[in-house]
């Protein structure tokens, strides 16, 4: 089994709908992340939480919101989705800052 | 703002030749790592190279930092069909406290059979 899952792994969804994208990690690490990929581009950090009760804003967080669940579960929410949201998102965990990331397999979010 | 960028964009080369990948950051780092993404899906951790190292092997890959110059570079030997992928560098950051990766914008890499 895959280290880190994300669901679901496509997504077609329309402006201003709710979605969430879920993600499970069972590498035990304490911190999770969520990046979003555009084409052609790097990953750039969403949000992180270095654990269930530490959650952090990264560098494009607006139209965005997390919540930790557990350990081991962190989802993403876009509150009311809007056409540039249109992405592959990543799931990411590790044990620092600084080390070794564990991404998960993405979603490919597209929004008419 | 991104902290490490990748040259060249893109790669294409020959089934058995070599590829090199270069990546140079902005701001001092603690180590710099490179990661291979296959079309559309996760990216993998390949190798992490600490700043007070110079050179790193595993397999056909082999990175070289050079801190004084903010660059490193990526060397697959032999390439392969299969080494066909994106391949980001991703340095350390202090923001807000505490560490992140920032990601470079990625080399596009084709191995032609």
């Known amino acids: 089994d895959a280290d880190v899952t994300q669901t679901p792994r496509n997504r077609i969804t329309k402006t201003g709908k709710r979605i969430m994208l879920e993600c499970s990690q069972t590498?035990?690490?304490?911190?999770m992340y969520w990046y979003r990929q555009d084409p052609g581009l790097g990953l750039r950090l969403i949000y992180y939480?270095?654990?269930?009760?530490?959650?952090n804003k990264g560098e494009i967080s607006d139209g965005y919101s997390v919540s930790r669940q557990a350990q081991a579960k962190f989802s993403l929410s876009l509150e009311s989705a809007i056409p540039n949201q249109t992405a592959l998102y990543f799931c990411?965990?590790?044990?620092?800052?600084?080390?070794?990331?564990?991404f998960g397999p993405g979603t490919r979010l597209t929004v008419t | 703002s991104q902290q490490g960028e990748e040259d060249p964009q893109a790669l294409s080369i020959q089934e058995g030749e070599n590829a090199t990948m270069n990546c140079s950051y902005k701001?001092?780092?603690?180590?710099l790592q490179w990661y291979r993404q296959n079309s559309g899906r996760g990216l993998v951790h390949l190798i992490l190279?600490?700043?007070?190292?110079r050179e790193k092997h595993s397999g056909r890959l082999r990175v070289t930092l050079d801190t004084s110059k903010k660059s490193s570079s990526l060397l697959i030997t032999a390439s392969r069909a299969a080494d066909t992928a994106s391949y980001f560098c991703?340095?350390?950051?202090?923001?807000?406290?505490?560490?992140?990766?920032?990601f470079g914008s990625g080399t596009r890499l084709l191995v032609r059979p």
């Open positions: 590498k035990g690490h304490d911190r």
């Open positions: 939480s270095f654990d269930v009760k530490d959650i």
């Open positions: 991703a340095t350390d950051a202090l923001l807000d406290s505490s560490y992140k990766l920032i």
């Open positions: 190279i600490r700043s007070n190292e």
């Open positions: 701001t001092s780092i603690n180590n």
């Open positions: 990411a965990t590790g044990p620092g800052g600084m080390d070794e990331q564990y």
